[in-house]
């Protein structure tokens, strides 16, 4: 069976292009085993080869059409598959048939907030909370408003917003502005923006420790860097439709590009870490 096994391994590795005859005389044999006795071989092989000898035959994938082999396998990579449905699970996994759009829709016996565009709104929580903050109103005011979203339930909850100045176009891009600190705690980071009545400063802001939406009375604004200044020489340049991205460990924040005051195009980056920083250890009011 170890000589057989070893002999998948070279067939599911092979190229057809390079190695036509023998892939075909390799299949002929091997699908000529009891199918019993060809799963069982297989069990040796790991995921990535089993998927590549089921696409070498016919015959072989209709031998290797058990519920049971490709539950192990997926087991064997973290995915803790009902054993009705192993094989739709493994296409769900290499497919986008199963995806597909789901509207959120708010609880009726809870405050939605207005209407706004240019917005902020990033995830925390695990994905279970989504936090909304600023923009401009219909009425194209810029606002402070700031609202968490519990995604499982729908609701909404009003955050603290005496913190920042009314603004939008805080970020345009990238792939979200909530950063862990030393100690693990989550928090929402923004820098700059468009501010009313119609200038740009840059200022960086924090909101946290982030948690569950239901919680978010306890949440609390701290800025960054304070000097009581607009625009700070010890900050990167005031701006607005810059791009906010998060380092791969989620400590820090990388802010690029974006417009000045003049509408210039801006071409430098900036980081802001919190990888060495307990954020909340500071008492409320303090700057970090």
């Keep these: 069976a170890g000589k057989v096994a070893a ?24 699908s000529s085993l009891p199918p019993d006795l ?3 071989i297989c069990f040796a092989l790991d995921l990535t080869h089993l998927g590549s000898l089921t696409r070498t035959c016919k ?48 609880s009726a016996t809870t405050r939605t907030p207005p209407a706004a565009k240019h917005s902020l709104a990033f995830k925390c929580y695990e994905g279970k909370t989504v936090v909304l903050f600023g923009g401009k109103t219909l009425l194209d005011v810029c606002t402070t408003a700031c609202w ?12 603290d917003d005496q913190g920042p100045s009314p603004r939008c176009f805080n970020a345009d891009g990238g792939g979200g502005g909530v950063l862990r600190d030393g100690a693990g705690d989550e928090w929402l980071a923004f820098f700059g923006g468009y501010c009313q ?11 946290g420790p982030l948690g569950a939406a239901e919680g978010c009375s306890a949440w609390r604004w701290r800025q960054v860097q304070a000097d009581g ?53 500071d008492p409320p009011g303090s700057n970090p």
Excluded at 71 to 86: D, W, Y
Excluded at 150 to 157: K, L
Excluded at 261 to 270: G, N
């Design 7 to 30: 002999c998948f391994h070279l067939m599911a590795a092979a190229s057809p292009l390079t190695h036509p005859l023998s892939v075909v005389e390799r299949c002929l044999q091997l």
């Design 38 to 40: 060809v799963v069982r």
């Design 59 to 106: 015959a072989l994938r209709d031998a290797l059409n058990a519920d049971e082999l490709w539950r192990v396998k997926l087991e064997t990579i973290g995915f803790n598959i009902a054993k009705s449905a192993p094989k739709r699970a493994m296409r769900s996994l290499t497919t986008l048939e199963d995806m597909h759009w789901e509207r959120i829709l708010p």
């Design 148 to 159: 968490a979203l519990d995604t499982p339930t729908g609701n909404w909850f009003k955050v």
């Design 197 to 207: 009545p119609g200038y740009r400063d840059n200022d960086t802001w924090l909101l």
């Design 229 to 281: 200044a607009i625009q700070s020489e010890e900050r990167p340049k005031a701006r607005f439709h810059h791009s906010l991205s998060v380092s791969y460990d989620s400590s820090m924040l990388v802010v690029v590009g974006g417009h000045d005051r003049t509408i210039s195009c801006l071409l430098d980056a900036s980081v802001l870490s919190l990888r060495n920083l307990h954020v909340n250890a």
